[in-house]
Every structure is written in structure tokens, then in C-alpha cells.
């Protein structure tokens, strides 16, 4: 136990072992749900299920290892919801890809996401882009998450005059998709720990009992990760039609990461007088080893996760935090069956739930400047309306490069914004 406190910094005055264990268990439970949501979104892009339920553990797992280990903080990460999203409905069945280029783009987003890492770019990028379109970006996927939930659950469906239109709602399906999301958000008020995948289980346990669901267990031997393990092409992904997807994986992973560390280490008092984060550099890396590891193992961009302010909560304050949740990832490997009887319905209140905290940062655009308003409402509409967080991401650059020029506040696009849009622009226009 002594060199466990040594190592991990413990020192009884701030946390205690018991402490730090029962803080990363209840992380764990508020980000279990990602063990049904993943493989339910990334089975539609043709994936094997188990493999990508076993993937989801193992990805999340290293991640954590690597996080609590190496940075040494109380941050979990696993395969991020909304880049899942992406994964499936841009990429594969937007765009045509197959699930194993789209697997490239994912691994090499995360290697470029190593070497701004280990030469220090990342910092200049983050503090380059502007404040609107990074809550802009958090807001438009927290849209397309929420359509992508409306959609799977069959609350709305295809119209040929209106595109969509609001689906039978006294049909299963969507009668269980709102069930799961009022139970989700009464619960998450109320602050009970694992909100979220308690309304995943309670929805399915209906389902089951409702008959539309079959038992298939609950405790087996994992699945095999064969048939997506090293399957993922990485030469397909050097397609230059693939650069903005490339960039949206890499874009969204790396502010995601960002805020997500501002936000916990802030929740748990590590940083320090200048503002500076404990070992930032050593998270940024664990986090895109993770990416590349999961996109080799057959996952989405593996990413931290804003829940661990939960374990933070409980007390939480070092790297055995993330170590814990990383071996109850590991745990989850054999209860398979229970993650594949969870139907898209069960999981479709999860999805709307995380929306809506996206859609929370709405809040902090400044509303009364058109030229910060109008390219963080052009990226919430068009990234679910044209089912593609890349698109969304490119129109929004243009548009907010566009109208400081035509406002007089050109000063305020800088370097990196100036450059991003020329790409994007050649890439819209030409490619």
C-alpha cells in the first residue's frame, strides 16, 4: 500500500486509497452507458457488435492506464459519443466509406494528435481558434446527436414533403426512448450516480419483459475482437477527400480533451496559481495513444470524459481514479450478453441526455455580436442537417472568416483560422 500512496502522490491529508477506489467506481458508472451505446452506433456502420463491445472495453481500459499511470490524474477516457456519431452516419453511411477507412482517418487523426503533442503545437492551435467556434462545434454535434436519437428510436421519421416528420408515438420504440429519457434526466437532477445507464438497463429490462427483447444472459466469455482488430486501412484514409474528415476527428478530439481537463482538474483543485494543468502534456498524450490503441483494437476516437467530475465529486484526486475505472472496463469484457440485448431504443434517451448537456454551451455565446452569433448558428444547423460534423465544422470556419472580413474585424480571424478556411474552402469548391 505504501508504495501505492508514493506513487500516486496519497498522502492521507487530501485522499485516501479507499477514497480514490470508490471515486473511480463512481466514474465508472456514470460513463458505463458507453459499453451500449458505442456498440449499438458503430454496429450500423456494418461492424461486428462483440467485437466493438470488447474494443470499447479494451480502448477505454488502456486509456485509463494510461491516463492514471503516466499523467497521473483522476480522468477517465473512453470511445467519445458524438465522434462515434460521426464515425457511422458521416463517414460510413454519409459518405460512403467503408468502416475500415474510416478506422485510418480515426488512427491517423491520432497521430497527428501525438506530434502536436510531443513538439507543444497543440497549445497554439487551442488558443488560435476562437472561443465561438469551439462552443459552437460542442453545440452542433450535441445537435446531431440529438437528431441521430430522434431518428434511431423512431420519434421522427422520413417524409417526402418535409424530409422528416414526428413518428408514431404510441408505437414501443419511441414510447421506451422517452421513457429512458425522463427517467435519465430525473435521475441525473437528483444527482444519483449512474443515472444514465440505470435508464439504459431500465428500458431494456421493459423490453425484455415486454417480449421485445430475447434473453441471451448476462456473464460470458468475451466476444472475439478478431474481425475488427488491425482491420482498419489506413492507406484509404490518405484519400484527399478525406482531409476534413481526418480534421474532424482530430479537431473535435483535441478540444474535447482540453475542456474536459480545464474542467476537472479545476473541479479537483490541481491547477496551480498560474492556471497551468499538472502534467497537461502527459494527458494530451495518453489521450491520442488511446485513439490510435482503439483504432487499431476497432473503435471510434477515444477521448477524456467530462463524467470524471463525479468521481472528482466523491473525492477523487489521482491517476488511481482512471486506473480504477480502466480495470471495471475490463470487468465489463464478460457481460457481452447483457450489452447485446440492449435495443437502439434503450439507448436513444442516453444519446438525447448527452445533447443536451452539449447544447448547454449555448449559453455563453455572445448573443448580442452577429459576428460570433451567426457562424455558431450556421455549425448547430448544419451539422445535423447535412449529417456531418465535418461539413458543419467547415461552413462554420467559412462563415466566421467571412464575416469578420466583411464586419471590419478581420483582426480577430488569426493565422490558423485563416488557413483552416482555405483548406476548407478548396476542399468544398474543388474536391
Not at 450500423?44 to 462483440?50: F, L, N, T
Not at 457511422?88 to 466509406?97: A, H, K, Q, R
Not at 492551435?125 to 460542442?138: E, F, M, T
Request: charged letters at 10%; a negative charge; glycine letters at 10%.
Amino acid at each position: 500500500m505504501n508504495a501505492i500512496e508514493r506513487y500516486f502522490g496519497i498522502n492521507g491529508d487530501n485522499t485516501t486509497i479507499k477514497t480514490e477506489i470508490v471515486a473511480g467506481i463512481t466514474t465508472f458508472l456514470t460513463m458505463a452507458y458507453i459499453i451500449f451505446v458505442n456498440p449499438n452506433i458503430l454496429a450500423e456502420a456494418g461492424m461486428d457488435k462483440g467485437a466493438v463491445f470488447v474494443a470499447t472495453c479494451l480502448a477505454a481500459a488502456i486509456g485509463c492506464f494510461i491516463m492514471g499511470l503516466y499523467a497521473r490524474l483522476p480522468v477517465a477516457l473512453a470511445p467519445g459519443m458524438g465522434l462515434n456519431a460521426f464515425f457511422t452516419y458521416g463517414v460510413v453511411l454519409g459518405m460512403g466509406y467503408a468502416w475500415q477507412t474510416a478506422l485510418g482517418a480515426v488512427f491517423l487523426s491520432g497521430c497527428i494528435f501525438i506530434l502536436l503533442s510531443l513538439f507543444k503545437i497543440r497549445e497554439w492551435i487551442i488558443n488560435s481558434i476562437p472561443i465561438a467556434l469551439k462552443q459552437g462545434v460542442i453545440a452542433g454535434i450535441g445537435a446531431f446527436l440529438a437528431f441521430i436519437a430522434l431518428q434511431s428510436s423512431g420519434v421522427i421519421v422520413g417524409q417526402d414533403a418535409t424530409l422528416v416528420t414526428l413518428g408514431d408515438m404510441t408505437s414501443f420504440g419511441p414510447m421506451m426512448a422517452s421513457i429512458g429519457f425522463f427517467v435519465i434526466i430525473g435521475l441525473s437532477y437528483k444527482k444519483v450516480p449512474g443515472a444514465v445507464t440505470i435508464g439504459i438497463l431500465l428500458v431494456a429490462l421493459i423490453s425484455l419483459l415486454a417480449g421485445h427483447t430475447e434473453f441471451a444472459g448476462i456473464i460470458s466469455t468475451p466476444p472475439s475482437v478478431a474481425p475488427t482488430l488491425m482491420q482498419l486501412d489506413i492507406a484509404g484514409a490518405f484519400d484527399v477527400t478525406m482531409i476534413s474528415v481526418i480534421f474532424a476527428f482530430l479537431f473535435v478530439d483535441l478540444f474535447d480533451t482540453a475542456g474536459t481537463l480545464v474542467a476537472t482538474t479545476s473541479q479537483a483543485k490541481l491547477i496551480d496559481k498560474d492556471g497551468n494543468i499538472p502534467n497537461m502534456g502527459k494527458a494530451l498524450l495518453a489521450d491520442s495513444t488511446a485513439t490510435v490503441t482503439g483504432a487499431m483494437l476497432g473503435t471510434s476516437s477515444t477521448t477524456s470524459y467530462v463524467e470524471s467530475v463525479a468521481g472528482i465529486a466523491a473525492g477523487g484526486r489521482t491517476g488511481l481514479v482512471a486506473v480504477t475505472v480502466g480495470v471495471m472496463f475490463l470487468l465489463s469484457t464478460f457481460f457481452a450478453p447483457l450489452a447485446g440485448m440492449i435495443p437502439a431504443y434503450a439507448t436513444a434517451g442516453a444519446i438525447f441526455y448527452v445533447a443536451v448537456l452539449m447544447l448547454g454551451t449555448l449559453k455563453d455565446i455572445n448573443w448580442a455580436d452577429l459576428t460570433d452569433a451567426a457562424p455558431v448558428v450556421v455549425v448547430l444547423l448544419f451539422t445535423p442537417l447535412t449529417y456531418s460534423i465535418a461539413d458543419g465544422i467547415a461552413l462554420g470556419f467559412i462563415t466566421f472568416t467571412a464575416v469578420k472580413l466583411m464586419s471590419g474585424k478581420v483582426n480577430e480571424v488569426t493565422l490558423p483560422v485563416w488557413v483552416l478556411t482555405i483548406i476548407l474552402l478548396v476542399k468544398i469548391i474543388w474536391l
